[in-house]
Nanobody, 121 residues
Framework: LRFSCGVGGGLVQAGGSLRLSCTIS????????MNWYRQTPGKEREWVAR???????GYADSALGRFTITANYAKRTTALHMMSLKPEDSAVYYC???????????????WGQGTLVTVSS
C-alpha cells in the first residue's frame, strides 16, 4: 500500500488545532480499520484513535474529548482533527491501516511515513 499524508500546519501553540490527513492507495485490499498512532523519542509508539468499518470509533484516554477521527472508506482517506493541543501532544504521528486481501481473514498492517507535530507552550 502507498500512503499520502499531510498536515495542516505542523507547529502550533498550546490550545490550538491541527488536522492530519492520509490517503491510502493500492489494489485488491479491503480495509478493516484506519488508525492513528504517535511516538516520541525514547518511547513506544502509542495508539491514539481508530475508525473501524464496522462503525466503531475508539480513542486513547489522552485523545478523548479533544481529537476526532474521520474515515471515508470508499475514498480510503482518514483524518485526525486535534483540538486543545498540549505540549505533551508533540510527537510524530503515524497513519495506520489494518486490512485484508481477497477472501483471507488474515489482517495485515501498513504504516504511513509519519508527520511531526510540535505544540509549543
Amino acid at each position: 500500500l502507498r500512503f499520502s499524508c499531510g498536515v495542516g500546519g505542523g507547529l502550533v501553540q498550546a490550545g490550538g488545532s491541527l488536522r492530519l490527513s492520509c490517503t491510502i492507495s493500492g489494489t485488491r485490499f479491503s480495509i478493516n480499520s484506519m488508525n492513528w498512532y504517535r511516538q516520541t523519542p525514547g518511547k513506544e509508539r502509542e495508539w491514539v484513535a481508530r475508525a473501524s468499518t464496522d462503525g466503531t470509533i475508539g480513542y486513547a484516554d489522552s485523545a478523548l474529548g479533544r481529537f476526532t477521527i474521520t474515515a471515508n472508506y470508499a475514498k480510503r482517506t482518514t483524518a485526525l482533527h486535534m483540538m486543545s493541543l498540549k505540549p505533551e501532544d508533540s510527537a510524530v504521528y503515524y497513519c495506520n491501516v489494518k486490512y485484508r486481501r481477497g477472501f483471507s481473514t488474515y489482517e495485515y498492517d501498513s504504516w504511513g511515513q509519519g508527520t511531526l507535530v510540535t505544540v509549543s507552550s
